[in-house]
């Protein structure tokens, strides 16, 4: 018995690929699943422990409900849904732009909006601050230009949006970039042929056809503003608590690493859930025409 | 009021540049209603860039297109009574058979019940199961997306019905089926029919009336049986398929040489305006071995290679002095009595020759 398993292995370990995959996977499995399971066993562990061998516990989770974190929890629900719909609208023209009409400029406004990306998020927010600030670069101009003072822009929830369509709008633009240029331009001359006016070709054709970038873009934006912290905090100051500055706290301020591993867990899952419906509800495969 | 004698189509000089190259030159047409009017050109011979005129999506650089008397130069596609069958058949992925072919009418907010009744109608005449309604164009085989194109083309109740290709992917037999189906659907739906092909030989099954089109220009009009006998020129002649043609020039009443060498034929033509030219001869016309012993053309070779076309059988005959092998056809079932490498005479009776001009 023994034998004949030990063959089974040595025979699925000289697969094809099996070998040339190993290396990757055993980098994965310490890299990316071994933290989160154990962010996932802190989750269950009594409050501010630091230690996994204490009898697990659901504490973390009933304190989590009872308390009042849905607020954290649904700004950043709100903060997720409102740039995913802003970033839509903003990228959709630049977007059909790049993919249909501006042929050999595509290259240079995907390079202006790449660029940004090389510099650090915090800086690149440091640099807004500057501008909105009372006195800041925007105010200030407004007072000499116009002897308008128009201050209190900085550290409020308009602030906060401004900064995050700002940092996540190349996760947006360029899924989207691909999705439009997936659609064949025989089909809208066709739809136009039978009577479609613009508005309706852009319904009834360009927008279901390029729903596969328009979802990964949606998708890729709503989860890194759910995750994200800096622009909350940088921009926001006071203004708002969005979950992943809870998150933040419980493990360094209040050095409470399993309420923090449970406040994790949840959003994770939260995210996944909404993911998972996603995928249901839109049919990538029909979408695409493979089915 | 339009006219009954005014032409259904009319196009004035209709010309496409394109910077310096002239993809459409000066093309003008009539088309009356009801008819199956065919394009004919080899690829880059203009009649793709005519239909996109015609169809709305690009414009003409010069000229005057009018339906039913109205110009419609700078009316777009969507606002023409007009509609075309694609190349690629433009099917929309994301719709089922049943939401392709209503497309038109849900544009125009034609209720449900009525757009469903019509797509019923459609799929039946173009026997088009109608359990397909649900079903994805995706799924749908070659013939079948062929009629979803053609129903969706026809739930607009266009005033001309334009065609771009839409059979050239298939397979032989399918494109044949489908010719006559085409044909037979133009006739039920007493619809204009224009279509547009690089093969004659699908023109000929379908059409009322044939232009050929080169360069551009359109090199001849006519019904099928026109082009057939009376090809205008070298170019007409040569596209319907493999002929031989001979280089002539005039050498007495009703004689013609070959152009550099001794070899005199005889025609019935009327060569009183004739110098030079080309003689074309179809395979099928010419006689080989024994029957061709009494004929009045006849000329020696050596039959060296033969193919069988199906219903009939290719000869290949060299002649010492010409570069191009001569063609003869015969019917499978009474081929030629000779050995391939035999000398062997071929002929032709010379009512049977068409004289072109170059």
Redesign the interface.
């Given at each position: 018995m023994a034998k004949t398993s030990q063959s089974n292995m040595s025979s699925w370990l000289k697969q094809p690929g099996v070998l040339a995959a190993l290396p990757a996977s055993l980098f994965l499995l310490i890299g990316f699943a071994g933290p989160l399971l154990l962010v996932v066993a802190y989750s269950f562990m009594p409050s501010k422990t630091f230690t996994l061998l204490q009898a697990p516990t659901i504490e973390n989770y009933s304190s989590i409900i009872s308390d009042s974190y849905y607020i954290s929890f649904f700004w950043s629900l709100a903060m997720a849904l409102t740039t995913v719909v802003l970033l839509f609208i903003i990228c959709y023209p630049i977007a059909y732009g790049m993919a249909k009409l501006f042929n050999k400029w595509a290259n240079l406004v995907t390079a202006l909006i790449a660029v940004p990306i090389l510099i650090s998020e915090n800086i690149r927010l440091f640099g807004w601050v500057l501008i909105l600030l009372k006195n800041g670069v925007f105010d200030g101009s407004m007072q000499s230009l116009f002897g308008l003072s128009i201050s209190g822009l900085l550290f409020t929830v308009p602030a906060i949006t401004l900064g995050l369509v700002y940092v996540y709008l190349p996760f947006m633009l360029f899924p989207l970039v691909i999705g439009i240029s997936m659609v064949?331009e025989?089909?809208k001359?066709?739809?136009?042929?039978?009577?479609?006016?613009r508005w309706?070709i852009f319904r009834?054709?360009e927008l279901?056809?390029s729903m596969p970038g328009l979802m990964i873009g949606g998708i890729l934006t709503f989860v890194l503003v759910l995750g994200s912290l800096a622009e909350a905090k940088i921009l926001g100051g006071q203004a708002i608590v969005m979950i992943a500055d809870d998150i933040e706290s419980a493990f360094t301020f209040a050095q409470n690493w399993p309420k923090g591993s449970a406040l994790s867990v949840l959003l994770i899952a939260l995210s996944g859930i909404i993911v998972f419906l996603l995928f249901r509800r839109v049919d990538l495969d029909?979408?695409?025409?493979?089915? | 009021m339009v006219e009954l004698s005014e032409p259904f189509l009319e196009l004035n000089g209709i010309t496409k540049r394109f910077g310096n190259f002239v993809a459409v030159d000066d093309v003008n047409l009539e088309i009356t209603e009801g008819e199956f009017f065919t394009l004919v050109g080899p690829s880059g011979s203009g009649k793709t860039t005519m239909i996109r005129m015609l169809?709305?999506?690009d414009a003409p650089s010069d000229g005057e297109m009018r339906l039913q008397g109205r110009v419609m130069n700078d009316l777009?596609?969507?606002?023409?009574p007009?509609?075309?069958v694609?190349q690629?058949l433009?099917l929309?992925?994301?719709k089922s058979v049943g939401e392709n072919i209503e497309?038109?009418m849900?544009?125009?907010g034609k209720d449900k019940v009525k757009r469903r009744a019509r797509v019923d109608q459609l799929m039946e005449q173009l026997r088009l199961p109608l359990s397909y309604y649900e079903k994805?164009?995706?799924?749908c085989s070659g013939g079948e997306r062929q009629r979803i194109a053609l129903a969706?083309?026809l739930a607009?109740d266009p005033q001309i019905l334009f065609f771009d290709e839409p059979l050239s992917a298939l397979d032989f037999r399918l494109r044949k089926a489908l010719e006559k189906e085409l044909k037979d659907i133009h006739r039920e739906t007493g619809k204009t029919f224009v279509y547009i092909t690089h093969s004659l030989e699908e023109a000929m099954v379908m059409s009322d009336r044939i232009a050929i089109m080169r360069e551009g220009r359109i090199v001849q009009i006519g019904t099928p049986h026109e082009i057939y006998n009376n090809p205008k020129n070298k170019f007409v002649a040569q596209f319907m398929g493999e002929v031989n043609t001979l280089s002539v020039e005039k050498a007495g009443e009703n004689t013609l040489r070959v152009t550099g060498f001794d070899d005199i034929f005889t025609v019935t033509d009327d060569l009183s305006d004739f110098t030079t030219g080309f003689l074309i001869i179809r395979p099928e016309v010419m006689k080989i071995g024994r029957s061709a012993a009494d004929m009045k053309n006849k000329i020696k070779g050596i039959a060296f290679n033969d193919y069988a076309l199906g219903s009939r059988v290719q000869y290949q005959i060299r002649i010492e002095h010409f570069d191009e092998p001569w063609l003869v056809e015969r019917l499978q079932d009474e081929p030629y009595e000779g050995q391939r490498g035999d000398t062997v005479d071929i002929g032709w009776r010379p009512e049977d020759s068409i004289l072109v001009s170059n």
């Open positions: 064949p025989t089909l001359e066709a739809a136009s042929d039978l009577g479609a006016t309706q009834e054709i279901p056809l029909r979408v695409i025409g493979r089915r | 169809v709305g999506m777009p596609a969507n606002k023409r007009t509609c075309m694609f690629s433009a929309f992925p994301h497309f038109s849900k544009i125009t994805s164009v995706t799924q969706r083309a607009f």
